[in-house]
């Protein structure tokens, strides 16, 4: 997701962490405002929750029942690599994205900049941070293989394009072996052929993604520069060389 870039009031803290999360929900005086408020949203998102006092309390609180339905909606989409791991494994995970989400929403409050309705671009935090959760679920007792070994490439099955295809499939294997450093080579393999989910892979090797996003781009620069070379493509102006 991108970030929405420039501001909002300034003085927002991110999350006042756990005093945040205790306070949703559980603030008495809040409780106590009437039932047409409590089912209101803010009319300025932005303002109420940036300003201590029962507005804020009241739009954390409706900030996270947004996120929550939103984290629901994507574990129940993303059902499937659950694994049948039943109700109480969903509801947890989806109760972990929102919190995880509203974190992350109110660090980057700042940057919302009215593009679209501010509960469309919350929305997408508990999306983002629901399929995350649901990945990492998925892949906890897989094992992430990091193999710089030459990859095997399926030539297909035309006879007509047999020839091209083995050709191109040499080369592309080639090119992985030759002008790859390991460490490209594995985060290639593991990415684009093992299929590992990135942030799980940044997880195990104790990394985040944009490094990972760096390496794998530095790896296309240099396998697309060497078939460039041998003709297999044609050569891109206004591309960087590769590194």
Same mark, same amino acid.
């Given at each position: %997701?991108?970030? &929405? *870039?420039?501001?909002?009031?300034?003085?927002?803290?991110?999350?006042?962490? /756990?005093?945040? %999360?205790?306070?949703?929900?559980?603030?008495?005086?809040?409780?106590? +405002?009437?039932?047409?408020?409590?089912?209101? =949203?803010? &009319?300025?998102?932005?303002?109420?929750?940036?300003? &201590?006092?029962?507005?804020?309390?009241?739009? #954390?609180?409706?900030?996270?029942?947004?996120? @929550?339905? *939103? *984290?629901?909606? +994507?574990?129940?989409? %993303? =059902?499937?690599?659950?694994?049948?791991?039943?109700?109480?494994?969903?509801? &947890?995970?989806?109760?972990? *994205?929102?919190?995880?989400?509203?974190?992350? #929403? @109110?660090?980057?409050?700042? $940057?919302?900049?009215?593009?679209?309705?501010?509960? $469309?671009?919350?929305?997408?935090?508990?999306?983002? +941070?629901?399929?995350?959760?649901?990945?990492?679920?998925?892949?906890?007792?897989?094992?992430?293989?990091?193999? /710089?070994?030459?990859?095997?490439?399926?030539?297909?099955?035309?006879?007509?394009?047999?020839?091209?295809?083995? /050709? @191109?499939?040499?080369?592309?294997?080639?090119?992985?072996?030759?002008?790859?450093?390991?460490?490209?080579?594995?985060?290639?393999?593991?990415?684009?052929?093992?299929?590992?989910?990135?942030?799980?892979?940044?997880?195990?090797?104790?990394?985040?993604?944009?490094?990972?996003?760096?390496?794998?781009?530095?790896?296309?620069?240099?396998?697309?520069?060497? @078939?460039?070379?041998?003709?297999?493509?044609?050569?891109?102006?206004?591309?960087?060389?590769?590194?």
């Amino acid at each position: %997701m991108s970030a &929405e *870039a420039a501001g909002a009031s300034p003085g927002i803290r991110a999350c006042d962490s /756990d005093q945040t %999360m205790t306070r949703i929900g559980a603030d008495e005086s809040a409780r106590a +405002q009437s039932a047409t408020d409590t089912e209101r =949203d803010p &009319e300025d998102w932005i303002v109420a929750l940036s300003v &201590e006092g029962p507005k804020r309390h009241h739009a #954390l609180r409706r900030l996270h029942a947004l996120l @929550l339905r *939103a *984290a629901r909606h +994507q574990v129940r989409r %993303m =059902d499937t690599l659950l694994d049948g791991a039943g109700p109480d494994v969903a509801d &947890e995970l989806t109760h972990q *994205a929102a919190d995880e989400a509203m974190v992350a #929403l @109110l660090a980057k409050l700042h $940057t919302f900049q009215g593009r679209s309705r501010f509960t $469309t671009w919350a929305y997408k935090f508990g999306i983002l +941070q629901a399929a995350t959760a649901v990945r990492s679920h998925a892949w906890r007792t897989r094992q992430v293989v990091l193999d /710089d070994s030459s990859v095997t490439v399926d030539l297909g099955p035309s006879v007509e394009e047999y020839a091209e295809t083995a /050709d @191109l499939a040499r080369a592309v294997r080639r090119a992985i072996d030759e002008t790859l450093t390991p460490h490209q080579r594995r985060i290639m393999l593991a990415l684009l052929v093992d299929e590992v989910p990135i942030d799980v892979l940044a997880e195990r090797l104790g990394t985040n993604r944009n490094a990972l996003y760096k390496t794998l781009h530095d790896a296309r620069v240099r396998v697309r520069a060497d @078939l460039t070379a041998a003709g297999f493509l044609r050569a891109a102006s206004g591309k960087g060389n590769a590194r």
